[in-house]
């Protein structure tokens, strides 16, 4: 057999291994939906009785998480748990995302920051429903590993900045909704300051290493917020730059 020949053999079989994990994947991705839209069947109670939008499930069916935590089965990517992606950081559990970006209310035309990238998978999800989305992440190498998978996988309309996502990113804003995916005792003022006029902000508020209050910010007006408590979380911490 010529080597042409071979090469093309081994592509095909590469090919069908390709497809057939994603054939799997579709089937687990399906599953995670219908086990996020179980919980609010059945009387969860404490996110209240209003789950994710259809839209906002939509968005997740169609993001293929499998693809942000490298290395892992599908039945490990789609399993309603955050898992491990590496430097002691985790993806959050889907229910969660589902959750945050529930509450973020998203628009067809809206500019979103979220603070702590991680893998990138909640910034892909808020960036089928948004305009835009900027996000930054204080680990070089996680940033660098999220811009390469975003960018691999086509989403061209968000941008990673590596940083202390604690000053925001005024250039990018002002923004309708911001999502910050890591635990801090309070809201961060700037954060605060580059939210529009009737935007909303969520956030684990609360201590490192143990539940924090998923936390809903809205700006009533420019000097104005009120702010509810939606439910327990267990968020990984938000850490301060040194500079
Ligand atoms: N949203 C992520 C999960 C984030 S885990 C995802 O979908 O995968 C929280 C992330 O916040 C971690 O990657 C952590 O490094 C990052 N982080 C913590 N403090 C930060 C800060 N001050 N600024 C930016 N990112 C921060």
Redesign the pocket.
């Known amino acids: 057999m010529n080597t042409l020949l071979l090469l093309v053999i081994s592509m095909v079989a590469g090919l069908r291994e390709a497809s057939t994990q994603d054939a799997e994947c579709i089937r687990e991705r399906a599953a995670m939906i219908e086990t996020i839209r179980g919980y609010f069947r059945s009387d969860v109670g404490v996110f209240g009785q209003h789950g994710p939008s259809e839209r906002v499930l939509e968005a997740m069916g169609q993001t293929r998480r499998h693809l ?1 935590i490298p290395g892992r089965s599908c039945s490990v990517a789609y399993a309603d748990m955050p898992a491990p ?1 590496g ?1 002691g ?4 559990q889907p229910l969660i ?1 589902a959750l945050m970006t529930q509450f973020a209310n998203v628009a067809p035309d809206d500019r979103v920051l ?10 892909a999800v808020l960036s089928r429903l948004a305009r835009n989305v900027c996000t ?4 070089p190498q ?1 940033a660098e590993a ?1 811009a390469k998978t975003l960018r691999d996988l086509a989403y061209d309309n968000v941008n990673v900045r590596l ?4 000053a925001g990113w005024p250039e990018c804003g002002p923004f309708n909704a911001i999502v910050v ?2 635990a801090l005792g309070q809201v961060p003022p700037p954060l605060i300051e580059q939210l529009r006029v009737g935007g909303r902000l969520v956030m684990p508020v609360g201590p490192a290493y143990t539940t924090q209050q998923l936390t809903v910010v809205e700006k009533t007006g420019p000097d104005r917020t009120t702010t509810r408590a939606v439910g327990l979380v267990r ?7 040194r500079d």
């Open positions: 942000f992606i430097f950081q985790t993806i959050s995302v979220e603070i702590g990238t991680g893998s990138g998978y909640q910034a930054i992440e204080i680990i996680l999220a940083g202390d996502g604690y995916t890591a968020f990984v911490p938000f850490t301060r730059s």
